[in-house]
């Protein structure tokens, strides 16, 4: 694990939009996991500034969306996917045949699924992961309680998350259930970034380093693989006990 802290959410921004983007020139396969949500918005917008300038070319990249509520797709707005859209898709004219996305619409939630477990299969596994974290740990939308056995699958939504997540929407929405990548997909990913910024995220992030690894606090797992690479601002940093005094080999501060 390496953990990352900058002064400022565009500094942590453009550090991690630069990992990304080496992550993903090393690896042979091409699937990044795109996560929407606050968190990862400036991060993107990096990622677009790079291509529209011809530094970067991203056109062997596929996606994969990490998650979409039930009931939604692209076409609500306030979405998973509608978000995305609007801060990465477009902008970069993504065809949309380079893209999975659970269709939250859909009639048989459990084949979105198992064609999402397919496309994975079909691109050599996730190259990169982008996850945010929320304010009770959950990681995409497994919620306190999931098992870290699961791939793929409908999950409940946590009474506290269904009140945070009206944030995205302007008008009220029921927002009981969702359709995720699991945790067990999240693991297999050879990379993951994880980012949180602003003071709100200070103590989920403390917790997450360091209480015990539980299905209770989900992102914890996270410390188990190899590959993770956390991204934080001041304010998130702010209550975790590493600092710049602590001489830990794995922070970076800059
Ligand atoms: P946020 O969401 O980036 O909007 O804070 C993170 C999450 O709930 O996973």
């Given at each position: 694990m390496e953990i990352f802290v900058a002064d400022t959410y565009q500094q942590m921004s453009m550090k991690a939009a630069q990992d990304v983007i080496h992550l993903m020139q090393a690896s042979q396969n091409k699937l990044l996991c795109i996560a929407?949500?606050?968190t990862p918005a400036g991060m993107y917008k990096e990622i677009i500034a790079k291509v529209k300038t011809e530094e970067l070319d991203i056109t062997d990249w596929k996606f994969l969306g990490l998650d979409e509520w039930a009931g939604m797709n692209g076409h609500d707005e306030g979405s998973?996917?509608?978000?995305?859209?609007?801060?990465?898709?477009?902008?970069?004219?993504?065809?949309?045949?380079?893209?999975?996305?659970f269709n939250g619409r859909a009639t048989d939630l459990e084949k979105e699924c198992a064609t999402t477990e397919d496309f994975i299969k079909q691109h050599g596994g996730?190259?990169?992961?982008?996850?945010?974290?929320?304010?009770?740990?959950?990681?995409?939308?497994?919620?306190?309680?999931?098992?870290?056995?699961?791939?793929?699958?409908?999950?409940?939504?946590?009474q506290e998350t269904q009140t945070v997540g009206q944030k995205y929407f302007t008008?009220?929405?029921?927002?009981s259930h969702g359709i995720t990548l699991g945790i067990a997909?999240?693991?297999?990913a050879r990379h993951v970034i994880l980012?949180?910024?602003?003071?709100?995220?200070?103590?989920?992030i403390k917790k997450t380093l360091e209480e015990e690894i539980s299905e209770k606090l989900p992102?914890?797992?996270?410390?188990?693989?190899?590959?993770?690479?956390?991204?934080?601002?001041?304010?998130?940093?702010?209550?975790h006990s590493i600092n710049k005094n602590h001489g830990c080999p794995n922070l970076y501060w800059y």
């Open positions: 929407s949500g606050d998973c996917r509608y978000h995305l859209d609007k801060q990465f898709f477009y902008p970069l004219q993504i065809n949309t045949e380079r893209v999975s996305f996730i190259a990169v992961a982008i996850l945010g974290i929320g304010l009770n740990g959950h990681i995409g939308m497994n919620e306190p309680g999931t098992s870290f056995l699961l791939y793929s699958h409908v999950a409940q939504i946590s008008t009220a929405r029921q927002l997909n999240l693991m297999e980012l949180a910024s602003g003071s709100n995220k200070a103590a989920i992102a914890t797992v996270l410390r188990q693989h190899t590959g993770l690479k956390i991204y934080l601002d001041a304010g998130a940093a702010q209550l």
